[in-house]
């Protein structure tokens, strides 16, 4: 199996006011093509960070994190939001749908952001929904 995740040394920590605060510090892992990993801990002990960090949307304080072999430091924002739109995909805690469109086209919204036609991304869409 091939390496589809790794983390070296990450840290993340946040500032409020003079005080740092310490989410994440350390982390070293390895997640290979086909794992399937559960993140669990209590409210505040950084498993939403680290998704958060794994799926480019924050950065790491310190460390490195590759993705599919993409080192996602090396990565200026275009190209940064391109990976994302094309390997990366979240399903949030409180979901973030907009109520106006149906089921479908709420799936199908971050699928605007990449080069399908509409045919394509409503089938992908109805693929993801089954």
Same mark, same amino acid.
């Given at each position: ?11 993340? #920590?946040?500032?409020? &006011? #003079?005080?740092?605060?310490?989410? %994440?510090?350390?982390?070293? $892992? ?8 559960? /993140?669990? &801990? *209590? #409210? !505040? ?5 680290? $998704?958060?960090?794994?799926? !480019? ?5 310190? &460390?490195?994190?590759?993705?599919? !072999?993409?080192? /996602?430091?090396? %990565?200026?924002?275009?190209? /940064? +939001?391109?990976?994302? #739109?094309?390997?990366? !995909? ?8 907009? *109520?106006? $469109?149906? +089921?479908?086209?709420?799936?199908? %919204? ?5 080069? /399908?036609?509409? +045919? ?7 693929? +993801?929904?089954?």
């Amino acid at each position: 199996m091939s390496t589809i995740v790794r983390l070296r040394d990450v840290a993340k #920590s946040y500032h409020r &006011g #003079s005080t740092e605060i310490k989410v %994440l510090e350390d982390i070293n $892992l390895d997640i290979e093509a086909g794992d399937f990993v559960a /993140l669990m &801990g *209590p #409210s !505040g002990s950084g498993k939403t960070t680290l $998704l958060n960090l794994i799926g !480019g949307i924050d950065q790491p304080t310190h &460390g490195t994190i590759e993705v599919a !072999g993409s080192p /996602l430091e090396s %990565l200026n924002p275009r190209a /940064l +939001a391109r990976f994302r #739109s094309e390997h990366i !995909g979240f399903i949030f805690q409180f979901y973030n749908l907009l *109520p106006v $469109l149906s +089921a479908e086209r709420n799936v199908e %919204l971050p699928l605007l952001l990449t080069p /399908l036609d509409r +045919a394509e991304r409503r089938h992908h869409a109805r693929i +993801a929904l089954r």
